[in-house]
Nanobody, 122 residues
């Protein structure tokens, strides 16, 4: 059985930092990603590590967030610095069954974590 288990998150003031981790069990993944969903908004891609090892970010977090992956343990990390109130959302870890996908296409992801809350106050 494949599971993605997120940890981290919490509450912080604007300008602060938080880190998230996602541990995969049941299989390994070359491509893993973080998505987020704010109240009343659609789920959106935040960052991903693709199968070739490259990192991809949505424009609004580039330069503030850093995504990394431990291939030995299949753990995906997201370091979030200089957080802003608009970063407040539930953050989800996700993984597709195959590589070579559009990284922020939700429908391409077969596996999802349960989500972890990130709250940034102004």
């Amino acid at each position: 059985q494949v599971e993605l288990l997120e940890s981290g998150g919490g509450s912080v003031q604007a300008g602060g930092s938080l880190s998230l981790s996602c541990a995969a069990s049941g299989r390994t993944f070359g491509h893993m990603a973080w998505f987020r969903q704010a109240p009343g908004k659609e789920r959106e891609g935040v960052a991903a590590i693709q199968c070739d090892g490259s990192a991809t970010y949505r424009d609004s977090v580039r330069g503030r967030f850093t995504v990394s992956k431990d291939d030995v343990k299949t753990i995906l990390h997201l370091q979030m610095d200089n957080l802003k109130p608009e970063d407040t959302a539930i953050y989800y870890c996700a993984a597709p069954s195959t590589c070579s996908i559009t990284w922020d296409a939700l429908e391409k992801y077969s596996y999802w974590g349960q989500g972890t809350q990130v709250t940034v106050s102004s």
